[in-house]
């Protein structure tokens, strides 16, 4: 049954931030998915004994993907695959289930929080046995066998039904079909305080979730609804579609646009929640009132003590070099170790495996803690609604408590797209050349303390790794300068802007770091170079 079949390779199987990440139609090419799968089973090698978790956010062509990898598994000696029931798992729940079965590693079918669809992305993350996604060592190692790639195996046997819970054996192989929902929710259970929101709810207290056609839909209406009591019909949007419905399924203020304008309406919920494609991204929303993730891993951070799993004590926090400098306020104040990595989940492996940090989180919308090992949308969430059901306050108190205590960082990213990669490529190797000579200068009243890469040595294995440009001002201001690593077609440029204030706390953002995305966009050239005065995507 198992067939070894020619193919010639392709020169784009490169992962990014997280994993493969390239257009549907690209993904569609003969063999472009078993090109990719065959590296890296050579890669791992010796197959015999190993177990993978595989499933997927339900979008576009995971259905197809998923039986390829599941005969090449076969095919390629892999003694067992736990799949998520009809080919669905979460990100953060698939770290879950490859952590709790000592799993070997896992593939999520996932492009995130891009679209999906014929016309959207698709994407490949995968993880080791950390449950977190492989190190850029491995990926590179990875890379080099796309390129060399001349065969691959696979069993020639009809596709597989995913949609029967238990046990069969495919070609040699041992498959178990689980509930994607089932481990996850009891993992919840034992971090939070389920009784105490649940009574929440009792009292009247109201909810809006949206999870935007994607893999969050069955975790949500389960946890949410029918454990915690909201009322059906909280949880929106639920039912995942291949093409997430048309929608762009990242919770920000642009792409959750109809979220954001219920809670910014007369009828708000008190409390608003959405997550991406894959689950591991979250927005926070109060009535009328939005938390920056920053804020919230802050926020997270300072109120550790109300979550039953965490009230023993942490061990530190970490945040990407883009997030802003919030929660490194709070870790100052809590006497706890505090980390600033490249951005990417990855980086926050080795830390927690270390026992350096608990919690961690980027600006772009992840949060999550050493429960797993990927960001985590719903535990976000809980977390929240946790804070709220032991402190009576809501979302806006909670926040404004926040920054009267620590001050505020006033934060916003920019987003420049659809930028040609060699106009990107030369913005950013001209702007490293040229920041050293910024040091010390005054620009519009800022002056400039240090200005130079970000570069991140890793205290586990030491290996170096350089993401961004980091512009730093006298009263606390920076600049962060990156090139996404996510994206399918041309470049994009991300511009994070923050400003600090101790005394001022209620200002409107786009004013308050008015003059700094002037400094920002004199002295990257961005408009002279890309056309664009202003930015495509703003959050
Ligand atoms: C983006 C975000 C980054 C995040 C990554 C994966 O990467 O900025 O913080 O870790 O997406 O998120 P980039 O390289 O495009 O800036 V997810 O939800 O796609 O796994
Ligand atoms: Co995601």
Same mark, same amino acid.
């Given at each position: 049954?198992?067939?070894?079949?020619?193919?010639? #390779? @392709?020169?784009?199987?490169?992962?990014?931030?997280?994993?493969?990440?390239?257009?549907?139609?690209?993904?569609? !090419?003969?063999?472009?998915?078993?090109?990719?799968?065959?590296?890296?089973?050579?890669?791992?090698?010796?197959?015999?004994?190993?177990?993978?978790?595989?499933?997927?956010?339900?979008?576009?062509?995971?259905?197809?993907?998923?039986?390829?990898?599941?005969?090449?598994?076969?095919?390629?000696?892999?003694?067992?695959?736990?799949?998520?029931?009809?080919?669905?798992?979460?990100?953060?729940?698939?770290?879950?289930?490859?952590?709790?079965?000592?799993?070997?590693?896992?593939?999520?079918?996932?492009?995130?929080?891009?679209?999906?669809?014929?016309?959207?992305?698709?994407?490949?993350?995968?993880?080791?046995?950390?449950?977190?996604?492989? /190190?850029?060592?491995?990926?590179?190692?990875?890379?080099?066998?796309?390129?060399?790639?001349?065969? @691959?195996?696979?069993? *020639?046997?009809?596709?597989?039904?995913?949609?029967?819970?238990?046990? !069969?054996?495919?070609?040699?192989?041992?498959?178990?079909?689980?509930?994607?929902?089932?481990?996850?929710?009891?993992?919840?259970?034992?971090?939070?305080?389920?009784?105490?929101?649940?009574?929440?709810?009792?009292?009247?207290?109201?909810?809006?979730?949206? &999870?935007?056609?994607?893999?969050?839909?069955?975790?949500?209406?389960?946890?949410?609804?029918?454990?915690?009591?909201?009322?059906?019909?909280?949880?929106?949007?639920?039912?995942?579609?291949? *093409?997430?419905?048309?929608? $762009?399924?990242?919770?920000?203020?642009?792409?959750?646009?109809?979220?954001?304008?219920?809670?910014?309406?007369?009828?708000?919920?008190?409390?608003?929640?959405?997550?991406?494609?894959?689950?591991?991204?979250?927005?926070?929303?109060?009535?009328?009132?939005?938390?920056?993730?920053? *804020?919230?891993?802050?926020?997270?951070?300072?109120?550790? +003590?109300?979550?039953?799993?965490?009230?023993?004590?942490?061990?530190?926090?970490?945040?990407?070099?883009?997030?802003?400098?919030?929660?490194?306020?709070? &870790?100052?104040? !809590?006497?706890?170790?505090? @980390?600033?990595? /490249?951005?990417?989940?990855?980086?926050? =492996?080795?830390?927690?495996?270390?026992?350096?940090?608990?919690?961690?989180?980027?600006?772009?919308?992840?949060?999550?803690?050493?429960?797993?090992?990927?960001?985590?949308? %719903?535990?976000?969430?809980?977390?929240?609604?946790? %804070?709220?059901?032991?402190?009576?306050?809501?979302?806006?108190?909670?926040?404004?408590?926040?920054?009267?205590?620590?001050?505020?960082?006033?934060?916003?990213?920019?987003?420049?797209?659809?930028?040609?990669?060699? =106009?990107?490529?030369?913005?950013?190797?001209?702007?490293?050349?040229?920041?050293?000579?910024?040091?010390?200068?005054?620009?519009?009243?800022?002056?400039?303390?240090?200005?130079?890469?970000?570069?991140?040595?890793?205290?586990?294995? $030491?290996?170096?790794?350089?993401?961004?440009?980091?512009?730093?001002?006298?009263?606390?201001?920076?600049?962060?300068?990156?090139?996404?690593?996510?994206?399918?077609?041309? &470049?994009?440029?991300?511009?994070?802007?923050?400003?600090?204030?101790?005394?001022?706390?209620?200002?409107?953002?786009?004013?308050?770091?008015?003059?700094?995305? +002037?400094?920002?966009?004199?002295?990257?050239?961005? #408009?002279?170079?890309?056309?664009?005065? !202003? &930015?495509?995507?703003?959050?």
């Amino acid at each position: 049954m198992i067939k070894t079949v020619t193919t010639v #390779p @392709y020169t784009d199987q490169k992962m990014g931030t997280a994993g493969l990440r390239r257009k549907s139609k690209v993904v569609l !090419q003969p063999n472009y998915v078993e090109n990719f799968m065959q590296s890296i089973f050579n890669v791992i090698g010796d197959l015999k004994g190993k177990t993978f978790v595989v499933g997927g956010d339900g979008r576009f062509y995971n259905d197809k993907a998923i039986q390829k990898i599941i005969k090449m598994a076969a095919a390629n000696g892999v003694s067992k695959l736990i799949i998520g029931q009809n080919g669905f798992m979460s990100t953060p729940a698939g770290s879950n289930v490859i952590l709790k079965n000592k799993a070997d590693g896992g593939f999520i079918l996932s492009a995130s929080h891009n679209p999906g669809g014929e016309n959207g992305d698709f994407g490949i993350k995968y993880s080791n046995a950390s449950g977190g996604q492989i /190190p850029s060592s491995i990926s590179d190692k990875i890379y080099q066998e796309t390129l060399n790639i001349k065969e @691959y195996k696979i069993c *020639d046997i009809p596709d597989i039904d995913l949609s029967e819970l238990g046990t !069969q054996d495919i070609c040699g192989m041992q498959i178990e079909i689980i509930d994607p929902v089932k481990d996850y929710v009891e993992m919840m259970q034992n971090i939070f305080d389920f009784p105490a929101i649940r009574r929440l709810f009792e009292k009247g207290f109201t909810m809006r979730f949206d &999870a935007m056609n994607a893999v969050t839909g069955p975790y949500a209406k389960k946890i949410f609804e029918e454990i915690l009591g909201a009322p059906t019909g909280s949880v929106v949007n639920y039912k995942p579609l291949p *093409d997430f419905g048309g929608l $762009h399924p990242d919770p920000n203020l642009v792409y959750a646009k109809e979220l954001v304008n219920f809670m910014f309406s007369k009828k708000a919920a008190d409390f608003g929640a959405a997550n991406d494609g894959d689950g591991d991204r979250n927005m926070i929303l109060g009535k009328s009132f939005f938390v920056t993730p920053s *804020d919230s891993l802050a926020i997270i951070t300072d109120n550790f +003590k109300l979550i039953p799993a965490y009230k023993g004590g942490i061990y530190g926090v970490a945040k990407s070099a883009a997030t802003s400098t919030a929660v490194e306020r709070v &870790a100052k104040e !809590q006497g706890i170790g505090y @980390y600033e990595v /490249p951005t990417g989940w990855k980086y926050f =492996v080795n830390l927690m495996d270390s026992k350096r940090i608990t919690f961690c989180g980027e600006e772009s919308f992840g949060t999550g803690s050493s429960h797993i090992r990927e960001k985590d949308g %719903i535990w976000a969430v809980l977390f929240w609604l946790n %804070i709220i059901a032991a402190t009576g306050k809501s979302v806006e108190q909670i926040t404004h408590e926040h920054w009267q205590k620590y001050g505020r960082s006033y934060y916003m990213r920019f987003d420049f797209e659809g930028v040609e990669t060699s =106009v990107a490529d030369k913005m950013m190797e001209d702007l490293e050349a040229r920041l050293p000579e910024l040091c010390g200068k005054e620009i519009e009243g800022y002056t400039v303390t240090s200005a130079g890469a970000f570069v991140y040595e890793d205290p586990v294995d $030491h290996s170096s790794t350089k993401n961004g440009l980091i512009v730093r001002f006298n009263d606390g201001s920076r600049i962060v300068y990156r090139l996404s690593g996510t994206g399918s077609s041309g &470049a994009t440029i991300r511009v994070y802007l923050e400003r600090y204030s101790q005394t001022d706390l209620n200002n409107d953002p786009l004013l308050m770091l008015t003059e700094i995305f +002037k400094i920002a966009m004199a002295i990257s050239e961005i #408009p002279e170079r890309t056309g664009k005065h !202003q &930015a495509d995507v703003v959050t």
